[in-house]
């Protein structure tokens, strides 16, 4: 070999091992680069991790208190989450112990799921507690859901005694004295209701039916007016008072007299009759944002939008006052 070749081959060698060493370090280079980019997520995942867990530890802490879990139930029950609320009682008195607090939820949850004579069974292990008027007052609600309105009316009565502020228990009661055909003595309990809670949809609703059966129908309609009730509700009112004019109740102001049966046929006298559609809608599944609380975890839970009307003395009474 010649001067000159050798010197190519040289050159040739040269260049090769140099683009041997640029690839080796590309790939070098390229390696650290996806090493790196693997650490990034990683790291990226640790940190939602570690942000579930405190999210987790944080909901905890939120229901660490008996207190607060009452509270959290008692809301869901507003919200109409009935069944839901079942399920979390269950856990409340696995870790505080049973109360008269957490049987009287319990005693409304029954009821407003149909479950009556568990709900009677429960309202009844209130008596002789400091709750014992929500007693009396769940055992009325079942008493005139089964239609014996002057058993109702007295247990009404018994739990009036006890809580004589209740708006919606004065309301019950007024309404129960009319179903029971004792028209005159529904005016009281009917007045106080409304001037106690006069925002409230049931108080009104229930006023307006009396005035319409003691044949003050210029005065319902004011009222109906102005508290702006749709048509629909103006209607639904008129129609009770046809049906218990038809059933025979006592004319407003008789004495003396035994008040005859009334029509079978029930009919709303709360929030019911506020709404447009009076159909009640099919029972419905209606997301929770209450997962995670207690250890329960729950992606939705049933909630009966109507489930008042089948258990309470009227369709969407309340347990406690609350609109």
């Not at 009319?178 to 006023?207: C, F, H």
Request: proline share 5%; with cysteine; charged share 20%.
């Amino acid at each position: 070999m010649n001067t000159l070749d050798f010197s190519m081959c040289a050159h040739r060698a040269g260049r090769l091992l140099a683009c041997t060493v640029a690839t080796a370090a590309a790939m070098a280079i390229t390696g650290c680069g996806a090493l790196k980019d693997q650490y990034a997520a990683s790291a990226d995942a640790q940190q939602r991790a570690s942000a579930e867990a405190a999210a987790d530890t944080k909901a905890g802490a939120a229901v660490d208190t008996k207190a607060t879990y009452l509270k959290l139930v008692e809301q869901m029950q507003k919200e109409g989450l009935w069944f839901a609320s079942l399920a979390h009682i269950d856990a409340l008195e696995q870790r505080w112990g049973i109360s008269p607090e957490s049987t009287r939820m319990r005693a409304d949850a029954l009821r407003q799921t149909g479950q009556a004579a568990l709900s009677e069974q429960a309202y009844k292990r209130l008596m002789g507690t400091p709750l014992e008027g929500a007693g009396y007052r769940g055992l009325g609600l079942l008493a005139g859901a089964r239609g014996s309105y002057s058993e109702a009316i007295q247990l009404l009565k018994q739990a009036q005694r006890l809580t004589p502020t209740d708006a919606l228990l004065l309301s019950d009661l007024g309404y129960a004295s009319l179903r029971a055909g004792q028209i005159a003595d529904a005016r009281l309990p009917l007045m106080q209701a409304l001037q106690l809670r006069p925002d409230n949809a049931q108080a009104q609703s229930n006023l307006a039916l009396y005035l319409e059966v003691t044949d003050q129908g210029e005065q319902a309609s004011k009222l109906m007016e102005a508290n702006r009730m749709s048509d629909a509700a103006r209607a639904a009112v008129r129609d009770a008072a046809r049906q218990l004019r038809a059933g025979g109740a006592v004319p407003f102001g008789a004495t003396g007299a035994s008040p005859a049966p009334l029509a079978a046929r029930p009919f709303p006298n709360t929030k019911e009759l506020a709404r447009e559609d009076l159909s009640p809608p099919p029972l419905m599944l209606k997301a929770s944002r209450w997962s995670g609380v207690g250890g329960i975890r729950t992606a939705s839970q049933l909630n009966p939008s109507v489930a008042d009307a089948a258990v309470s003395l009227s369709p969407n009474s309340t347990s406690r006052g609350t609109p």
